[in-house]
C-alpha cells in the first residue's frame, strides 16, 4: 500500500494527549500542509490560529461552550476532559465570511492537517463543536483574542499532539 493511502487508513480520532508540547518544526510542518490544501479559485483564504494548549482562552471557550450556568460551570471546572482533550496545541482556522466556499476550504484544510500529523506520529481530532461559542455573542472578542484577520469568522479547529492512547481506525465494509 503507498504512503498516502496508508496514513489515510491509519488515521483516527484521538481524545487523549501527553502534556509534551510540540516543537517549532512540527507545528510549522502542520501549517505547511493546511496552507498546501487546495481553495476554491485558489483563493488561499484560510487562516490558521496556533493556540497553546494551556492558553486561558481554550478554557473560556470551553465554559461558554457547555456551562449556561454556575452549577454547570463547576462541574466543568473539575472534569479533566475539555473540548480539544487537553492536547498541547489547538489550530484554529478562520476564513473568509464572504466567500461562499470558505467553510469547504477549510474543511479541506483541516484534513490536510489531520493526515500531516498522522505521517508524524501525532494524534488529531478534528472540532467542530465549538461553532456556536464562536459565531455567539462574544464572536468578536474570540476573533480579536485569536488574532483573525478583519473579514474572516471561525471555519473549524484541529486539535493536535502526541497520543497518550490509541484508537483503531473505523473499519469499511463494502458489503454494506
Same mark, same amino acid.
Given at each position: 500500500?503507498?504512503?498516502?493511502?496508508?496514513?489515510?487508513?491509519?488515521?483516527?480520532?484521538?481524545?487523549?494527549?501527553?502534556? %509534551?508540547?510540540?516543537?517549532?518544526?512540527?507545528?510549522? $510542518?502542520? =501549517? !505547511?500542509?493546511?496552507?498546501? &490544501?487546495?481553495? *476554491?479559485?485558489? #483563493?488561499?483564504?484560510?487562516?490558521?490560529?496556533?493556540?497553546?494548549?494551556?492558553?486561558?482562552?481554550?478554557?473560556?471557550?470551553?465554559?461558554?461552550?457547555?456551562?449556561?450556568?454556575?452549577?454547570?460551570?463547576?462541574?466543568?471546572?473539575?472534569?479533566?476532559?475539555?473540548?480539544?482533550?487537553?492536547?498541547?496545541?489547538?489550530?484554529?482556522?478562520?476564513?473568509? %465570511?464572504?466567500?461562499?466556499?470558505?467553510?469547504?476550504? $477549510?474543511? =479541506? !484544510?483541516?484534513?490536510?492537517? &489531520?493526515?500531516? *500529523?498522522?505521517? #508524524?506520529?501525532?494524534?488529531?481530532?478534528?472540532?467542530?463543536?465549538?461553532?456556536?461559542?464562536?459565531?455567539?455573542?462574544?464572536?468578536?472578542?474570540?476573533?480579536?483574542?485569536?488574532?483573525?484577520?478583519?473579514?474572516?469568522?471561525?471555519?473549524?479547529?484541529?486539535?493536535?499532539?502526541?497520543?497518550?492512547?490509541?484508537?483503531?481506525?473505523?473499519?469499511?465494509?463494502?458489503?454494506?
Amino acid at each position: 500500500m503507498n504512503e498516502v493511502l496508508k496514513t489515510i487508513s491509519q488515521r483516527s480520532s484521538i481524545r487523549a494527549y501527553t502534556a %509534551k508540547k510540540l516543537t517549532d518544526a512540527e507545528i510549522k $510542518a502542520l =501549517i !505547511t500542509a493546511g496552507l498546501q &490544501a487546495p481553495t *476554491a479559485r485558489n #483563493m488561499q483564504e484560510v487562516h490558521i490560529s496556533v493556540i497553546d494548549g494551556d492558553n486561558p482562552i481554550l478554557k473560556e471557550i470551553t465554559m461558554l461552550k457547555a456551562a449556561p450556568d454556575d452549577e454547570t460551570k463547576a462541574k466543568i471546572e473539575s472534569n479533566p476532559n475539555n473540548f480539544y482533550y487537553n492536547a498541547p496545541t489547538v489550530l484554529i482556522l478562520s476564513a473568509d %465570511k464572504d466567500f461562499k466556499w470558505s467553510k469547504l476550504d $477549510a474543511g =479541506i !484544510t483541516v484534513q490536510n492537517i &489531520a493526515l500531516a *500529523a498522522q505521517s #508524524m506520529k501525532l494524534g488529531s481530532l478534528i472540532i467542530g463543536i465549538i461553532d456556536d461559542v464562536m459565531r455567539g455573542e462574544k464572536k468578536d472578542y474570540f476573533a480579536k483574542l485569536l488574532k483573525f484577520p478583519d473579514d474572516h469568522e471561525f471555519a473549524i479547529a484541529v486539535a493536535v499532539g502526541h497520543r497518550a492512547t490509541e484508537k483503531e481506525p473505523h473499519e469499511i465494509d463494502f458489503d454494506k
